[in-house]
């Protein structure tokens, strides 16, 4: 069955202080994984898509990684707007379904 | 930007009532997906519809719920007897063809069951 996990449920980042997301997976073909930001009452905004290991893409301060295994959002110097929930999600072969992890709720505090 | 957008925003109802959640994918997209996120939880597909007909749908998506397209541009969920635990965020997303392409969200419907 396709899963995702996301680590840590929590961060709390003083502003400028850099850290990494993580996402692991099982699926039984990558089709691709997204990444997506939500804020509290609002629906998943698109980050990143990457398809295949070692493919890296980056916007502003982030930036996105993808092994065979896991994907992870590094961000750096964050401000207090990113503050945010991170959502991780995975697409396999022959759906268009997305599965998803339960998050990591960032803090960034001025 | 063109964005999805959904409506109404909030929804309070009765156990047992029927409720219809309408979406407005973006305009040139092709294919069109329900998810919910119960509060604390993370976001499960329901159904995804394509050429006017469900091509997938999960295990929650059973005989109380039903997806229609009326017209050209609405996308409509209805819940036909709501239970307690329909509440949730109900969120419609759209992409212009299937396979990899990225599901665009939108801001979602909060559904409360009395």
């Known amino acids: 069955e396709d899963q995702v996990t996301q680590s840590p449920e929590a961060l709390r980042l003083q502003e400028g202080e850099s850290s990494s997301l993580n996402c692991s997976y099982t699926?039984?073909?990558?089709?691709?994984l997204f990444w997506y930001r939500q804020d509290p009452g609002k629906g998943p905004e698109f980050l990143f898509t990457?398809?295949?290991a070692g493919e890296e893409k980056e916007k502003e301060r982030l930036k996105a990684t993808l092994t065979k295994k896991e994907s992870f959002l590094h961000i750096t110097a964050p401000k207090p707007e990113d503050s945010a929930t991170y959502l991780c999600?995975?697409?396999?072969?022959?759906?268009?379904?997305?599965?998803f992890g339960t998050g990591t709720r960032l803090q960034v505090f001025p | 930007e063109p964005e999805v957008t959904q409506t109404p925003s909030h929804q309070v109802t009765q156990m047992g009532q029927e409720v219809i959640l309408r979406c407005v994918p973006i305009?040139?997209?092709?294919?069109f997906y329900w998810y919910r996120q119960i509060l604390g939880q993370k976001v499960e597909f329901l159904v995804s519809?394509?050429?006017?007909?469900?091509?997938?749908k999960s295990e929650i998506f059973d005989d109380q719920f039903s997806v229609e397209r009326p017209d050209g541009s609405n996308f409509t969920l209805k819940i036909r007897s709501t239970k307690l635990e329909d509440s949730a965020m109900y969120f419609c997303?759209?992409?212009?063809?299937?396979?990899?392409?990225?599901?665009?969200f939108g801001p979602g419907t909060r559904l409360l069951v009395l």
């Open positions: 999600a995975v697409q396999s072969y022959n759906t268009d379904k997305l599965i």
């Open positions: 699926v039984s073909g990558l089709r691709g």
């Open positions: 990457l398809y295949s």
């Open positions: 305009s040139n997209h092709l294919y």
């Open positions: 519809f394509y050429n006017n007909e469900i091509s997938e």
């Open positions: 997303a759209s992409v212009t063809g299937g396979g990899i392409e990225t599901q665009y």
